[in-house]
């Protein structure tokens, strides 16, 4: 997991770094262009019109000496959210961490601060979706006071400060708590992690909270932080 040398670049620098040899994309290198090209991938991925870029022999061979990611994704694990697929991007784009329920411990900082303060990441995602299971097994331990059996107990443990935070303003509907856990997720990430916070007040890095839709396949920003209102592109 190394970076390549990138003279005259920085995180979070207003210019385009060329993606590889093969390809004649480019990768953002700001959060504002990092934001927009995921939403350009997820328009052509939920009108069934992908591209699918680094994808080829070339830019797999360009990437054996070291990647340079332009977004960390920390998203469910549900397996209807395959995150490349979803944004319609290819090898060395995005850095994935995967928990059910987007859950939040150490190894998933770590991880999160590698692709970030190593790597130059400008922009970190936090990708809930509608009908989560995760916040569902948390909402029904949380109405029984039965927690989850085994290791399930610590994901639920995990979201259950979400469901309470619905409870206490009056939210029952699954997709909206679903999008207080996806707040939730980003403020303990930022709360956390003084890297990540550093470099989002530093502007080298934004954090966006965003939600997918399972039958449009569509995603839609639930929340930010460090990146221009402007560059968020609009609900659909």
């Known amino acids: 997991m190394n970076r390549p040398e990138t003279p005259g670049t920085h ?31 997820n328009r052509r991925f939920a009108a069934g019109a992908p591209v699918r870029p680094h994808q080829d022999v070339d830019r797999r061979i360009a990437l054996a000496d070291g990647q340079q990611p332009f977004a960390v994704i920390l998203g469910c694990s549900d397996s209807r959210l395959a995150v490349e697929l979803i944004f319609d991007r290819g090898l060395g784009d995005l850095f994935v961490v995967r928990t059910a329920g987007h859950s939040v411990g150490s190894e998933v900082l770590g991880s999160v601060e590698y692709a970030v303060t190593v790597l130059g990441a400008p922009l970190v995602v936090v990708l809930g979706h509608d009908s989560c299971g995760a916040v569902q097994a948390a909402r029904s331990a949380d109405a ?74 569509s995603v839609r920003t639930v929340t930010e932080v460090g990146l221009a209102a402007s560059s968020t592109p609009p609900e659909t």
């Open 11 to 41: 995180p979070g620098a207003d210019e385009l770094l060329s993606a590889g040899p093969s390809d004649q994309r480019k990768q953002p290198v700001s959060p504002q262009a990092a934001v927009a090209e995921l939403y350009a991938g």
């Open 144 to 217: 029984t006071g039965v927690p989850g059996a085994g290791h399930l107990r610590a994901v639920v443990e995990a979201v259950l400060p979400s469901v309470r935070r619905a409870e206490a303003a009056g939210v029952s509907d699954l997709d909206r708590i679903v999008d207080l856990h996806v707040e939730q997720t980003v403020a303990v990430l930022l709360d956390r992690s003084a890297a990540v916070a550093a470099a989002v007040a530093a502007r080298e890095c934004a954090v966006v909270g965003m939600s997918y839709q399972l039958t449009t396949g």
